[in-house]
């Protein structure tokens, strides 16, 4: 059964959104609550996560497209061989080998790293480790 992946309501005021980043490409397995894709906004950049266990269908929008409040990202092929990614041994084992491509995404991983500050970080090879954070709470920002 195919479950749809919509833009999520983005704030008072904001109807669109840019696809920033895929976390995942087709045919991908994905858990539930997963996040899928990175929107970004003027005012927030928010990660959509996965409605559903499975795989990713379809996707409907590219990085760097416009996408309206309701839009329909992409589907996600729920349970069958999706329903492994929840599994908790295949979910610890998934990040690993990301980790070890880029060095500076084991320190960007980090709570305190907004999306779009951990990828300009990976994409300038900056160690995130060594900043101090300026937005709420310490967070980095792009700024």
Same mark, same amino acid.
């Given at each position: 059964?195919? &479950? ?6 983005? =704030?008072? $005021? ?13 045919? @991908? ?8 894709? +990175?929107?970004?906004?003027?005012? &927030?950049?928010? @990660?959509?996560? %996965?409605? !559903? #266990?499975? $795989?990713?269908? %379809? ?5 760097? @497209?416009? +996408?309206?409040?309701?839009? +329909? ?9 999706? #329903? &492994? ?5 295949? /979910? /610890?084992? *998934?990040?690993?080998? !990301?980790?070890? /491509?880029?060095? +500076?995404?084991? /320190? ?5 790293? *907004? ?17 101090? =954070?300026? =937005? *709420? =709470? ?6």
């Amino acid at each position: 059964m195919a &479950v749809e992946l919509k833009v999520p309501p983005l =704030g008072e $005021s904001i109807t669109e959104a840019v696809v920033g980043k895929w976390n995942k490409k087709q045919g @991908d397995t994905v858990a539930a609550d997963e996040p899928l894709v +990175v929107l970004e906004t003027d005012k &927030v950049t928010i @990660d959509v996560p %996965s409605p !559903a #266990a499975g $795989s990713i269908a %379809s996707i409907a929008f590219k990085e760097g @497209d416009k +996408v309206r409040v309701g839009e +329909v990202l992409g589907t996600i092929e729920a349970g069958g061989a999706g #329903a &492994v990614a929840a599994s908790p041994a295949v /979910a /610890a084992a *998934t990040p690993a080998p !990301a980790a070890a /491509a880029a060095p +500076v995404s084991a /320190a960007a991983s980090d709570a305190r790293i *907004t999306p779009t500050a951990k990828k300009m970080a990976e994409e300038n090879r900056v160690d995130v480790g060594q900043l101090k =954070g300026s =937005g *709420t =709470g310490g967070r980095i920002v792009k700024e």
